[in-house]
RNA sequence: GGGCGAGUGGCGGAACGGCAGACGCGCCGGCUUUAGGAGCCGGUGUCGCAAGACGUGCGAGUUCGAAUCUCGCCUCGCCCACCA
């Protein structure tokens, strides 16, 4: 960027243009005023708009400005139209970073978590939001996480929380496992530190997330951008089918049940693949096969430790010496274990279809297994060394016993009903989707508040005995296991049942459980006797509004849907979905074009640029550089452009009535319709959050307003109507120069408090048009009409047109297309 | 491999199937200034002196009319990834 002096311009009108001069001192008179702390008993409509609250990670950098700057655009513009708007702000703060950050210092992450929320609070000021931080939850509060912890007791009280043995991903690295909605890419890394993960067989807590599997598919109650829920809706994964049984003669094992979504393809079953994890692999392995199949299960194990990357990776697999018998060909088909086939999805078994499954295929083609193929396309002839795997209405089954000839689609209810009546299946819904696991191996976190009683097992701590807190005489220092057991004090305690000796959980809670609430706790942030108060939530809840990043649509995103679900079935909600309509911001990047992160030094700090050009032109820039839900990489270099803007507007907001040349009906008229056009598209470009149109918008109004003052309207009223006008518009964006500016035209504290234009359509409509005049379809000539000139009146003088005669040479045209009040279009013979 | 999204001036980006390039940056010229900066005024898609022609990743199609809709391809971004 070059650089150039924060010196205040002369406008040219005297008044000079300097944002320091003011900024603070509104933002200090709007505090004392409370100006922004949403009312409870206010009787007008309720408007709750919400922004997620961040991790307190330091500094504030100027993506955080632009995350928060819409929602507070819309809500700004919500409380002139009248409602009664809570847009609340707090922090995140329980979490590894401040774990890590800590280890590195050598501090305690309460200090660092302290001294970064108080700087951030500080900084978030300055951006002239209007939070309402007499609402301010802080998660790691225990007058917080108290409440986090109760809720658990709920959870696992209504079944819902429960304790298991799983194979779970581990991070190596952080010493903590993860949710699978924390594990990303191709190379399945930690969402946190880009390790890659391994498996390890842990009992750990989990929320059952998959109880609400079937309603959060449903997404026709609520307002999301069709990105994130096309994301939930894959990982979640419904997938339609039917569970089988195939009948095994082995010690212990009557059957192995398999899920298929294609029952219609059975009689080409030619062989079962398990999963080598699979419970009855040992009972049905044959002595001669022992030896191969515990070698291939314990290097699947291995594999697995290492992760098992997928892809195009080779099948591998053993044929463990058992046969199955397919129910609907008689047939005895080999049992093999294979690890394509997954534990921990639908029944971890599979009827492999090798003519009509790509994996199947290639497991077949490879180890010489029967391919026979049983659904084809009418008249179509077998496909020549490939699986056929496209599914379509009209295929039609062969060599399938009496349901031959049958279409795929009729055959699969058919041939689950005849399973279903032999006893041998029924119908069945599998999902991806896993339950949450919640237990984390750190510090910094709620406790998890559960006792281990030798006699009484798991049980949840007394609530009249929560919070659980946090001792902060702990080594943290991260060794794999929790570094809670290392406190004796906190883990030996007694049973909440007996009374006996018993021991303390020491696993934390994830921190998305900490935000799967903090928008209910909003509503009531100061209730000591309760999570919240009923009645609040009534009243605030649900959010109209949410924003945030798009890269938790499968993590907090699908979490809070869950919290909300499971809490009404327990009775503590009366709502079903949390958020009611969600917008999601794009990400500023470094100028780079990289992720801002303090090792890239790419992170742009926002204080340098509110102290050379003000909170104001640094809002209303980020809002102009593009759509907001696409961002971008960072460039400053067009931020002189929207302060020069806010300089013409300070300069004609204060223009001295030049009465000279007073009488100017026409250009009055236009300066009017300036205006109430400008009403009509702004409203609709912010609530939209099209923020940078609306500013566009913004800037042409204040043009024509300047042209207006250099002809001499300075002293009329359109003139006024036109500058308090802006100033009202504005407001959203640059509250502290509206505020300013209001001021010294000697309205009435606060603009933000003033209601919101109205747009007049009369005064927006000109009375004459200008039509452009194609021919085929491409601009040829202009008409300038009275709105009311009748259609064949407008045909006849666009036909006149010189340059419309140019192209019909003499002919006549074969048709002439008139969109009234649009254009007219002349269409040639020669079309 | 699958899904989703995006390709428009030198740049960020506008554009209910109807005047492509709003608004802004940058650049060019002018005013002002001792000079520089700032400010203000005007110009600025490409080719052309002009008339005009051509222009929204590439190629087809639908339409009176396509940046916009359909199909195929190319490039980039994001998400998922052996899910039976």
Not at 739 to 746: D, I, N, Q, S, T
Request: proline share 7%; net charge negative.
């Amino acid at each position: 960027m070059t650089t150039r002096t924060g010196t205040p311009e002369r406008t040219g009108r005297g008044e000079r243009f300097d944002p320091s001069s003011y900024e603070q001192r509104w933002r200090e008179r709007w505090e004392a005023d409370g100006l922004d702390e949403a009312n409870d008993n206010d009787p007008r409509p309720k408007r709750y708009v919400l922004t997620m609250y961040p991790y307190p990670s330091g500094d504030l950098h100027i993506g955080h400005w632009y995350a928060a700057t819409g929602p507070d655009i819309v809500a700004r513009m919500r409380r002139m139209q009248g409602q009664n708007v809570m847009f609340p702000m707090g922090f995140d703060s329980f979490g590894l970073p401040a774990e890590n950050a800590a280890i590195d210092r050598g501090a305690h992450p309460w200090e660092w978590t302290e001294q970064n929320v108080e700087r951030m609070r500080t900084q978030f000021r300055s951006m002239g939001c209007m939070f309402d931080w007499s609402r301010e939850v802080v998660s790691s509060d225990p007058a917080y996480y108290r409440w986090t912890q109760w809720l658990f007791v709920q959870f696992f009280k209504a079944g819902l929380a429960y304790r298991a043995m799983a194979p779970v991903d581990w991070c190596p690295k952080d010493q903590v496992v993860l949710a699978r909605e924390q594990v990303e890419g191709v190379n399945r890394v930690c969402w946190r530190c880009g390790t890659p993960v391994v498996k390890r067989d842990l009992e750990q807590w989990f929320f059952r997330t998959t109880n609400y599997a079937d309603e959060m598919l449903d997404f026709s109650k609520i307002d999301w951008p069709e990105p994130i829920r096309l994301m939930q809706t894959n990982w979640i994964g419904r997938s339609e089918g039917a569970e089988i049984d195939f009948p095994v003669e082995a010690d212990g094992v009557d059957a192995i049940r398999v899920f298929t979504t294609r029952p219609d393809t059975i009689f080409g079953a030619t062989f079962m693949v398990l999963a080598p994890e699979h419970p009855a692999v040992a009972a049905m392995t044959t002595p001669e096969r022992k030896a191969d199949v515990e070698a291939y299960v314990a290097a699947a194990r291995r594999e697995t430790e290492i992760n098992r990357l997928s892809a195009e990776r080779e099948k591998s697999g053993v044929f463990i010496g058992s046969y199955a018998v397919n129910a609907m060909t008689q047939e005895r088909i080999p049992i093999w274990i294979a690890d394509y086939v997954l534990p921990g999805y639908g029944t971890g078994a599979i009827m492999a279809v090798p003519a009509h499954d790509e994996r199947d295929y290639a497991f077949a083609a490879k180890y010489e297994l029967p391919i026979r193929y049983v659904v084809l396309p009418p008249g179509g002839t077998v496909p020549e060394g490939e699986p056929l795997v496209a599914h379509t209405a009209d295929e039609v089954l062969v060599d399938s016993g009496e349901f031959s000839g049958m279409s795929a689609t009729e055959a699969i209810p058919a041939i689950t009903r005849q399973l279903t009546d032999l006893g041998l299946g029924e119908p069945a819904v599998t999902y991806r989707l896993r339950d949450w696991l919640i237990s984390r191996q750190r510090y910094w976190g709620a406790p998890i508040p559960i006792v281990y009683c030798p006699e009484h097992g798991a049980q949840p701590v007394p609530e009249d005995q929560l919070p659980v807190l946090l001792p902060e005489d702990v080594d943290f220092v991260p060794t794999g296991v929790s570094p809670l057991q290392s406190h004796p004090e906190f883990v030996h305690v007694s049973c909440p049942q007996c009374g006996g000796d018993a021991r303390r959980e020491t696993d934390t809670m994830d921190t998305f459980v900490d935000s799967s609430w903090y928008f209910l706790r909003y509503c009531s942030p100061h209730d000591a006797e309760r999570p919240w108060d009923p009645e609040a939530v009534a009243r605030w809840m649900p959010v109209d509004m949410y924003t945030g990043g798009a890269e938790h649509a499968v993590l907090h995103l699908m979490y809070v849907r869950f919290f909300v679900k499971a809490l009404r079935d327990m009775g503590h909600l009366t709502f079903d979905e949390p958020f009611m309509a969600l917008r999601n911001q794009g990400d500023i990047l470094g100028a780079d074009h990289h992720r801002m992160s303090k090792t890239r030094g790419n992170v742009v700090n926002p204080d340098d640029l509110t102290s050379r050009y003000g909170s104001d032109t640094v809002r209303l820039f980020l809002m102009f550089i593009g759509p907001w839900n696409q961002g971008g990489p960072w460039n400053p270099t067009g931020i002189e452009g929207v302060h020069r803007f806010l300089g013409r507007v300070w300069s004609v907001a204060q223009a001295a009535p030049a009465g000279e040349r007073g009488d100017q009906p026409e250009l009055t008229r236009a300066l009017r319709r300036a205006t109430h056009l400008t009403i009509a598209g702004v409203g609709d470009d912010y609530a939209a959050f099209h923020f940078n149109t609306g500013v566009a918008k913004l800037m042409e109004l204040t043009n024509a307003i300047v042209k207006a003052r250099d002809v001499g309207l300075a002293g009329t009223d359109a003139y006024a109507d036109a500058v308090d006008t802006l100033l009202l518009l504005l407001a959203p964006f640059a509250p502290h120069i509206a505020e300013e500016l209001w001021a010294r035209r000697g309205k009435p504290y606060s603009i933000h408090q003033q209601a919101w234009p109205i747009h007049d359509a009369e005064l927006a409509t000109a009375d004459t048009i200008e039509l452009p005049i194609q021919v085929d379809g491409k601009l040829r000539d202009r008409l300038v009409v009275t709105r009311d000139t009748p259609a064949d009146e407008i045909e006849r003088l666009a036909l006149a047109s010189e340059h419309v005669q140019r192209y019909l040479a003499g002919r006549s045209p074969r048709r002439v297309i008139q969109v009234p009040g649009k254009l007219v279009n002349v269409v040639t013979p020669d079309l």
